[in-house]
Nanobody, 123 residues
Framework: VQLQASGGGLVQAGGSLRLSCAAS????????MGWFRQASGKEREFIAT????????RYADSVKGRFTISRDNTKNTMFLQMNNLKPEDTSLYYC?????????????????WGQGTQVTVSS
């Protein structure tokens, strides 16, 4: 399974971006997916996760109410709508596919990872 994250860019504080994560294989539907980010010099941070068929989602407190995770299993694609972006959201954003169907905040349980897409928020 290959994951391709896209949609990052440079945006002003208060702006919005929509990230996409496209999977190369049919082994997408039914597996939990997640978004993580890692800023320079910092540890990887959980952002959001969605269950295999999209019925459950979880968010980090830092993005709750501003970010929305979703998925389209017919297109093997996951999304992260990011609104009201803040400079502290600046990071490299990764998508990943889990080993099961349930939502999961633990990056250690994710098997496949995309290459990352850079989000930069200017103040």
């Amino acid at each position: 399974v290959q994951l391709q994250a896209s949609g990052g860019g440079l945006v002003q504080a208060g702006g919005s971006l929509r990230l996409s994560c496209a999977a190369s294989a049919r082994t997408f539907s039914g597996y939990a997916m997640g978004w993580f980010r890692q800023a320079s010099g910092k540890e990887r941070e959980f952002i959001a996760t969605i269950s295999g068929f999209g019925s459950s989602t979880r968010y980090a407190d830092s993005v709750k109410g501003r970010f929305t995770i979703s998925r389209d299993n017919t297109k093997n694609t996951m999304f992260l709508q990011m609104n009201n972006l803040k400079p502290e959201d600046t990071s490299l954003y990764y998508c990943a596919r889990g080993s099961g169907s349930s939502v999961d905040r633990n990056p250690e349980t994710y098997i496949y990872w995309g290459q990352g897409t850079q989000v930069t928020v200017s103040s």
